[in-house]
T-cell receptor, first 113, second 108 residues
């Protein structure tokens, strides 16, 4: 069964460093998302991406964050200068169309120290 | 007030019991999703509903659009059903807004 793949599964970084979280969405999907879940809290929307541009972003997704689809398969989330409060599980998701089942990756646990 | 409220927050059942998890929402939606999150953290989609009822194996999901309410039922529960069950809604756009989740523990 096709799946969304995220790498790495766990990343530890020092405060102020840049991190790039990687995702390979399902190949025929057109809509891509990043969500995050701070430990003990609910999952929150960060950004959606369609047709090589951001279609929607939340208030969390400030100038420190950026997304890119550098080639036909990868979808990346970059945090420019990490803060302690960026520590969370980051989930990538993809959908075949605007409405439809959402497929999630296994997540990347980011720890900022 | 959260846009998506789930109840109960925690649920403990004995193997074989019938389980119901409820979700209420306060906004107009285009669809509602039920998701499962295992201890390792991964999220799996169970159902996407915009009306009526869906069934997959021992899982049944229903939605009442007029009452802004959905339920997830598990028949003949099993310890492997132990997980966090999350309700999420789509409003405008295709983003999902998540509930807090229901931690289900099924004891043998």
């Amino acid at each position: 069964e096709p799946e969304v793949t995220q790498t790495p599964s766990h990343q530890v970084t020092q405060m102020g460093q840049e991190v790039i979280l990687r995702c390979v969405p399902i190949s025929n999907h057109l809509y891509f998302y990043w969500y995050r879940q701070i430990l003990g809290q609910k999952v929150e929307f960060l950004v959606s991406f369609y047709n090589n541009e951001i279609s929607e972003k939340s208030e969390i997704f400030d100038d420190q964050f950026s997304v890119e689809r550098p080639d036909g398969s990868n979808f990346t989330l970059k945090i420019r200068s990490t803060k302690l409060e960026d520590s969370a599980m980051y989930f990538c998701a993809s959908r075949i169309g605007f409405s439809g089942e959402a497929f999630f990756g296994q997540g990347t646990r980011l720890t900022v120290v | 007030k959260n846009e998506v409220e789930q109840s109960p927050q925690n649920l403990t059942a004995q193997e074989g019991e019938f389980i119901t998890i409820n979700c209420s929402y306060s906004v107009g939606i285009s669809a509602l999703h039920w998701l499962q999150q295992h201890p390792g953290g991964g999220i799996v989609s169970l159902f996407m509903l915009s009306s009526g009822k869906k069934k997959h194996g021992r899982l049944i999901a229903t939605i009442n659009i007029q009452e802004k309410h959905s339920s997830l039922h598990i028949t003949a529960s099993h310890p492997r059903d132990s997980a966090v069950y999350i309700c999420a809604v789509e409003t405008s756009g295709s983003r999902l807004t998540f509930g807090e989740g229901t931690q289900l523990t099924v004891n043998p």
